[in-house]
């Protein structure tokens, strides 16, 4: 299959010819003539997959051929993201696709100032790039109207929903004009995302393509058990043991990103850190440097990471294990990408085995453990497997351990067991998280 056969039109194929692009993806080969053919759409497909390239070129050869010239303060396609990172990025990749095409395309997002965001969208922009918290600002100051809206894209909406955004999304769908076109993507269809889609699309098409990474046959995943206390220590160990030229770490919080990076620099060591507390642009510096190879360690939150393209990345380090399961798929995501191999090593304490076995069960693997010689663990992780279950075989019967409730809570949370039957062939964790009725938003 080409580019070409699926109908896009001459200046889109041209510019794929520049970037590269050969066969469309299986999420392209689906998305693009569903969208052409004006239907609203529910795509289960996350980052890596060639999404965003399935949304934006038909909708790029859409406001091409059909539509109104765009007016002042308006924009005709709408693309919701649920970080600043994620909406540059998908900003960067659409004025690419559009690069010989008449539409003008912009990015706003928080975290910096507004006015110059405001004076951009004075003559109206065709495609706005947006999270959700900038776009309600622009709207309520009057800069932004959205009744020349044709389409709206909601990109990883299973994240917004997981950050808070519900209330914002709410208010969004009530600013907008009731014909249009909406495409939802979403890493799953969880109960939530479901509801959200039920309110937002007119008769959807349902694309699901397996989420990348899941069989696992291009990143090599391991997990070394270590004490909490000496993690810091094992991570400089193996990096010194391993050579690594070029990590991305997460870690579960903003004080756990910056006490790694400052102890990395204190070694000498080329670290620096991206979390939801930084200014914007330290952030996307932050980033442009370690894509650059610039810096050599990068230790993120999820909220930062999530979403991010780093081409060729080889390693990804869990310093801490992701509260919710699946964060650790987009995790080990950043690696092994365009059929590279890579490698994810997860640095796991006996207080993190329950997200260990909730990992486990929803990528239904049980992850090998790798002991490195002078950190085994003082506190044992227990056994894990895929099936979900903890088996705890305390040394002493009569102190029994108390490690993993803070896991455990968690697990409550966002686990159900009846929807990771082995049966099942793609990945379906279940978050209780009500739609459009959330209380204030989430940090990590
Ligand atoms: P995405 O899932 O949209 O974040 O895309 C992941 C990566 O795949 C990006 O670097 C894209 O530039 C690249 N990509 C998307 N579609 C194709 C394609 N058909 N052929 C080659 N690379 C692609």
Redesign the pocket.
């Given at each position: 299959m080409t580019f070409a056969s699926l109908g896009l039109i001459e200046p889109l194929l041209r510019a794929l010819e520049t970037?590269?692009?050969?066969?469309?993806?299986p999420v392209?080969a689906q998305a693009i003539p569903a969208v052409l053919a004006g239907r609203d759409l529910m795509a289960a497909a996350q980052?890596?997959?060639?999404?965003?390239?399935g949304f934006a070129l038909p909708l790029l050869q859409l406001l091409t051929m059909e539509g109104p010239k765009v007016a002042a303060n308006s924009a005709r396609a709408l693309i919701l993201c649920p970080t600043r990172e994620l909406a540059e990025q998908v900003h960067a990749?659409v004025a690419e696709y559009a690069q010989h095409l008449p539409l003008t395309t912009y990015a706003v997002y928080g975290g910096v100032s507004i006015n110059p965001q405001m004076m951009k969208l004075r003559k109206g922009v065709d495609i706005l790039v947006a999270t959700p918290g900038r776009l309600i600002d622009l709207f309520r100051q009057n800069a932004l109207k959205l009744n020349q809206l044709q389409t709206l894209v909601l990109d990883e909406a299973d994240r917004m929903l997981d950050l808070g955004f519900s209330e914002e999304l709410a208010n969004i769908y009530r600013m907008l004009p009731k014909k249009r076109q909406t495409l939802l993507f979403s890493a799953t269809f969880s109960d939530d995302i479901r509801s959200l889609a039920g309110q937002m699309l007119n008769d959807p098409l349902s694309i699901e393509v397996s989420p990348r990474n899941v069989a696992a046959n291009t990143v090599k995943q391991w997990v070394v058990p270590v004490d909490k206390k000496r993690k810091a220590e094992l991570f400089v160990h193996l990096m010194r043991k391993g050579r690594w030229k070029q990590v991305l770490v997460f870690a579960k919080t903003r004080n756990g990103v910056d006490a790694l990076v400052d102890k990395l620099q204190g070694l000498g060591i080329n670290a620096d850190g991206i979390h939801g507390d930084k200014p914007q642009a330290t952030r996307q510096r932050a980033l442009d440097r370690f894509k650059a190879s610039d810096v050599q360690i990068l230790v993120a939150t999820d909220v930062a990471a999530r979403g991010l393209?780093i081409e060729d990345l080889p390693l990804v380090v869990n310093f801490d294990l992701p509260i919710v399961a699946e964060d650790y798929i987009h995790r080990i995501g950043r690696t092994g990408?365009?059929g590279n191999t890579g490698e994810a090593i997860s640095l796991v304490c006996a207080d993190e085995v329950n997200m260990l076995s909730a990992i486990e069960m929803l990528t239904r693997q049980t992850l090998t453990r790798k002991m490195e010689p002078d950190f085994e663990p003082e506190h044992r992780v227990p056994d894990t497997d895929a099936s979900g279950q903890v088996v705890k075989k305390p040394k002493k019967p009569k102190k029994p351990k108390t490690s993993g409730g803070g896991g455990k809570r968690n697990l409550g949370k966002w686990v159900d067991s009846g929807d990771a039957a082995p049966t099942e062939p793609s990945i379906k964790p279940v978050r209780k998280v009500p739609v459009f009725n959330t209380g204030p938003r989430k940090k990590k």
């Open positions: 970037l590269g692009y050969q066969t469309p993806t392209q980052t890596g997959t060639g999404k965003t390239a990749s393209d990408r365009a």
